[in-house]
């Protein structure tokens, strides 16, 4: 069974750090693009960063470029996001995401910029 | 960015009836546009990619159509679980973004 899970939220103040993961199931993580969704409170989607296969270059929404890094770890299978310089506005469910991938019979594959696996989350509150 | 626009904010139907929603992209997208459902305390699921292909175990009345800038997902007859917050969301370049949703409630 495929499966993401998230860990590592919490509340923290103005200026501080936490480290999301998320450990996949299922699935080899380094073989898919993946990401990091976030929603505010009340409000919608944002998505904030995106990592492709290999050693290709990562993106970063500019809400959280500079603060943000996002990271795999093939041994374990999982993805990280590294949140610095916490602001109030970062308060939100975090959402790791596995991209959609097409795989063709010849054993290549497509990967496409759609979410195809959400985990369900873990809230991070930036409150003083 | 890619700003999409989703219209109507809500839409309050019954079970049976059918549902026409829109997304409008700030510039074209080709066929980059996918549909999500999210329901109260749940993360998103992935309807419609490439704007009009069904995802895996995506029931048939799902169907989204368009290209460029104007796209439209529409659920033939809803059912009761159907009742939900559908969102757009263009990978046409980076940064991907999702448009604000609308809301499918009972009339």
Redesign the interface.
């Known amino acids: 069974q495929v499966l993401l899970v998230e860990s590592g939220g919490g509340l923290v103040t103005p200026g501080g750090s936490l480290r999301l993961s998320c450990a996949a199931s299922g699935f080899n993580l380094s073989d898919f693009y993946m990401s990091w969704i976030r929603q505010a409170p009340g409000t919608?989607?944002?998505?904030i960063s995106?990592i492709k296969t290999g050693d290709s270059p990562v993106?970063y929404?500019?809400s959280v470029k500079g603060r943000f890094t996002i990271s795999r770890d093939s041994a374990n299978n999982s993805l990280y996001l590294q949140m610095n310089s916490l602001r109030a506005e970062d308060t939100a469910v975090y959402?790791c995401a596995r991209l959609?991938r097409y795989d063709f019979w010849s054993g290549s594959y497509y990967h496409?910029?759609?979410?195809?696996v959400?985990?369900?989350?873990t809230a991070v509150a930036v409150s003083s | 960015?890619i700003v999409l626009t989703q219209t109507p904010a809500t839409l309050s139907l019954s079970p049976g009836e059918r549902a026409t929603l829109s997304c409008r992209a700030s510039q074209s997208v080709s066929s980059?546009l996918?549909w999500?459902q999210q329901k109260p305390g749940q993360?998103?699921?992935?309807l419609i990619?490439?704007a009009s292909n069904r995802?895996?175990g995506i029931p048939a009345r799902f169907s989204g159509s368009g290209s460029g800038t104007d796209f439209t997902l529409t659920i033939s007859s809803l059912e009761p679980e159907d009742f939900a917050i559908y969102?757009c969301?263009q990978?046409n370049s980076?940064?991907?973004?999702?448009?604000?949703?609308t809301k499918v409630d009972v009339k």
């Open positions: 919608g989607l944002e998505w995106y993106y929404g500019d959402y959609l496409y910029q759609y979410v195809d959400w985990g369900k989350g | 960015e980059n996918a999500y993360a998103p699921r992935l990619y490439d995802a895996t969102y969301q990978r980076w940064q991907f973004t999702f448009g604000p949703g």
